[in-house]
């Protein structure tokens, strides 16, 4: 398996602009999860779903960013404008269907990330 | 509230040296937890977890964990460190018995080896 696969690897972007970041889950995980890491605040959960559905998007910082899942291995986080602050590392994560641990349920498997930069 | 904690922020050690990197839990029950590690400029990637049984838990890498009831808390471990160890290390946990749902991740901790 590939992993989860993320893009693009680095976005340079100017303020007021569109931002569309990518994810590809893992064949056979049915939850996947939206992180931003930043040095102020470490790892942020923005969203997750589960069977393509939104679960708990309590995390995403303001109507600015949105995410879809419109199938099994598709996944996008929009910003749309973006701000300076929005600036970091952005995450995605998935993991196998629910049901116990011993079969892999909560163990996240993560990209490798996109880097984004909004100057 | 559910929370993970690393109260050390940043650790150095020698190459060769012993680790223990430490994480405290605060769960109603017992959590699952987990130790990832993230290399410069990549992902993170998944050690060690633990869900229930055993409370040393082996992970890949050479490292293990004990988890302490008693002390709420999920150290993490090495007995030799080598210079390709020097990364950031995070403890995340989730209620146990969830099936799915949300990692609280701790802030960190970076690693430092000298040689």
């Known amino acids: 398996d590939a992993g989860v696969i993320q893009s693009p690897r680095h976005e340079v972007t100017e303020m007021g602009q569109e931002v569309t970041l990518r994810c590809k889950p893992i064949?056979?995980?049915?939850?996947l999860f939206w992180y931003r890491q930043t040095m102020m605040r470490g790892l942020e959960l923005l969203i997750y779903?589960?069977?393509?559905?939104?679960?708990?998007d309590s995390g995403m910082p303001e109507d600015r960013f949105s995410a879809k899942m419109p199938n099994a291995s598709f996944s996008t986080l929009k910003i749309q404008p973006s701000e300076p602050r929005d600036s970091a590392v952005y995450f995605c994560?998935?993991?196998?269907?629910?049901?116990?641990?011993?079969?892999?349920?909560?163990?996240?498997?993560f990209g490798a990330g996109s880097r984004l930069t909004v100057l | 509230a559910q929370s993970v904690t690393q109260p050390d922020i940043h650790i150095t050690v020698s190459e060769g040296a012993s680790l223990e990197l430490r994480c405290n839990y605060s769960?109603?029950?017992?959590?699952?937890l987990f130790w990832y590690v993230q290399s410069p400029g990549q992902g993170l990637q998944l050690l060690l977890k633990?869900?229930?049984?055993?409370?040393l838990v082996q992970g890949i890498k050479g490292f293990e964990a004990e988890f302490k009831r008693s002390q709420s808390s999920f150290n993490l471990r090495k007995p030799s460190v080598h210079w390709s160890d020097a990364a950031e290390y995070f403890c995340?946990?989730?209620?146990?018995?969830?099936?799915?749902?949300?990692?609280?991740f701790g802030q960190g901790t970076i690693l430092t080896v000298h040689p």
């Open positions: 995340a946990g989730i209620a146990g018995g969830t099936s799915y749902g949300k990692l609280t």
């Open positions: 633990y869900f229930s049984g055993d409370t």
């Open positions: 994560a998935s993991s196998p269907r629910r049901g116990s641990p011993f079969f892999g349920a909560n163990v996240l498997t």
């Open positions: 064949s056979g995980h049915n939850s």
């Open positions: 779903f589960n069977n393509n559905v939104p679960i708990d």
């Open positions: 769960y109603g029950a017992t959590p699952y």
